[in-house]
DNA sequence: AATGAATGAGGATTCATTCAT
DNA sequence: AATGAATGAATCCTCATTCAT
């Protein structure tokens, strides 16, 4: 694919990643995203032979931007309860800005395919997701900062956020709302350490 | 309308909640419901003129017997930490069936609907919907039990279930893992406590 | 047919005309029938198999009825030109009145069926239309009244008023304009007399 | 639109055309016209949206023709007499040849649609139909050929080939007929002359 | 006589996908 | 590579008409 391809494709994904997030996965056609990108009507089979094709190259291109930006945000610092905080701000950032969310097309499309979902898989991912949780929790134990079982707490946490961002797409969550929440999910970490 | 055609819408609902648990909202055509029902192509429109009308039955439906369930499962008891576990094993149950949720279906419906919705309104049938839970966690503090703040800590289990059962829809989620975070709730509710 | 049916077949007709009025002829279906009258979806067709016979039978009731009409308003004078201007008159209240026309519905019924009638007989019919007119116009002629070829003066009259009627069913025709139009007809009639 | 297109666009009205001289207007599906031209069943679809659009197309098609028709015809001569036969003959010939009328289907889309048209634009045009006739009488009267009111005049003659456009939707009208109608209207252009 | 539930045919419309250019 | 015209499948929806009650 000649370097010119590579840039049209990329455009592709970025004007399909915004019709994916207003309209959710399964209402979205072929069409739509032809007429959200710069091709004809044909043209777009030259690049991808369906919608599900494109939205799994949109997933893997987030997915890849968004590996970068966690590592780079979080681990400049030793204190446990800092990372965590540094962490709940970044997800309170994307939860209120709920315009460009993929999660209601991610589900869409996660159960239109589960016939054909590898279920083992997906728990994997799943485990993953709440790894980068997970060791900013196993520091805090350790640190004597928090004192939960950290699978379960990270697992928790990764649930928590996965409600907020699904009810996201339905109510709006106000500011004031979501720090509540933060603040109680720290205090959970915490519980046992006025003792 | 006859009493036979009340039957008959009846059947209608049961045989479409089946189709929307299985396929979502989005993707069920008037088709997928008169293939599943007993009825002609344009028999169906004898009772209802499109697939949203026909969910918002379902989902009526459904809250009717939920209601009755819900107060005769958990009033029957004093100690908060009981109810609890009484609410919490309810939604475990439901939680290990994820064969019949409509979980995806309703934010499928929502989503695509949310232009016409009242956002406002929405906010306040969340509250509701944790007004239950409220109602519970307000008596184990009153009695010394909890010793949490109600209205977030309420809140933050609805949202941590509206997590589960979103993951629900693309995880099996193990019944060992639903315990530990069902333990895990009621450990948080308690924190204070050993002091 | 008991006295009952006769009674509610007239109903069924005088309901049935409103909605040719409204709608011409070709889009009125049997259920708007129904849904005008007070007869089940079945039970119109106790009294009628289609909206063709139905709007035939409308006809029928009206031409009867303007039978009635016709020889009333007019006989009663020896002068032609008083005849005319009654005539025109008449004409004239009805042109202003364009609400319960039934020309086009006229119209689209006969040219719906064109295949099937017989042009002979329609001649007949048109010919007829203008018998009445015939007489007033010979009348006016053997009188000295009038100097025109009287066949052709009539169809004339019988052409420009099907002309105005077809018209106003697009148009606000008004009072005025049709005084015009009469003063215009009859000054025609009497145009030799000058000399 | 590329040049291709654009003539089969006009090919597609052409054969439309046909279709709602025979049809009307009302009766005429997508399918008819789908069915008259060379088009798939979606393919009528990229040049009109429905048969309306079809039909106003085809209506200023014609407009189109006529206009350059009518001036040519008409406009090398200076007698009015000579003129106006000139016209009526065009007439005469049209209304000898009904198949290819629209006249139904003109009044059948103006009803249809009588609820969001302009009256008093259509009144515009109804004078400006008659404009040429009024040009034509008025150098009449100019000349002295012609002694009648103009705008009554013209009015009355297009409102008399109105109906005889209508009536020959339903009526077979001889040759013979036709010349009669057209004598009487010159004669009356001229009634007062032989003073 | 009368009802109104039920059926199925028919037409509208939208898209995924192909193909000639 | 790219276009966009064209096709045909799939769905929607409305009615005429039948039929059990």
Do not use: K, L, V
């Given at each position: 694919m000649s370097e010119k391809s590579v840039r049209k494709k990329e455009y592709i994904l970025e004007q399909a990643q915004k019709v994916f997030a207003q309209k959710g996965f399964k209402d979205v056609t072929m069409k739509d995203i032809v007429t959200a990108c710069n091709v004809s009507r044909g043209g777009i089979y030259l690049y991808f032979n369906d919608t599900s094709e494109i939205f799994e190259a949109v997933l893997d291109l987030r997915a890849k931007a968004e590996k970068n930006l966690f590592t780079e945000q979080i681990?400049?610092?030793?204190?446990a309860e800092e990372q965590m905080r540094r962490f709940l701000n970044e997800q309170k950032r994307e939860l209120l800005n709920p315009t460009d969310s993929l999660i209601i097309a991610t589900y869409e499309y996660l159960f239109a395919h589960s016939a054909a979902l590898n279920k083992a898989e997906m728990e994997d991912n799943f485990m993953h997701a709440s790894g980068q949780l997970l060791r900013i929790i196993q520091n805090g134990v350790e640190n004597g900062e928090f004192s939960v079982e950290p699978d379960v707490a990270a697992q928790n946490i990764v649930l928590l956020l996965e409600g907020l961002r699904i009810s996201s797409t339905v109510l709006t969550l106000s500011e004031e709302f979501l720090d509540h929440q933060m603040e109680y999910i720290l205090s959970q970490l915490t519980r046992g350490q006025s003792t």
């Open positions: 681990e400049n610092t030793r204190c």
